[in-house]
């Protein structure tokens, strides 16, 4: 299986391409904010939020004394597995960080947030970054 830095060149190489793509189709019509929204996804899809968080990878190193929230979630899936799923893969791993960080938002303040900071649409093209990073990551892995 390709290497962390391997995903990392795959996938930028890939993003360079569709922000080419964005911009000769219809850039007009997509707005700044909107491919910020999706460049961050796309940056923790590839960097952080990696189907490689199932075992001690340099992706899971780079969330430094933070990764002890991916321990269980490396206990729960076995490399390679469900966790490289193409798009439930991703998904588990979006609510399990959530979860997780809703349930420390909550003991922090001792309520849950009452309303999103962002617009939904802008929180729908993040994780579609993340969705897409992931499932290049799958993808190259698969053809190697
Ligand atoms: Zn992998």
Redesign the pocket.
Known sequence: ?PGYNTHRIFNYSAFIVIAVLLYLWKFQRIDLYSFLAFSAGYYLGTDFIT??LDIESKAIKRWGPLKILWLPYMWIFHH?QSS?NLISGTIVRILYISLIILGIYYVLFRSLPSGMIFSYIYVYIFIIGIVIANAL?VIL?ALF
């Open positions: 299986m189907p490689d390679g490289h990551h892995d």
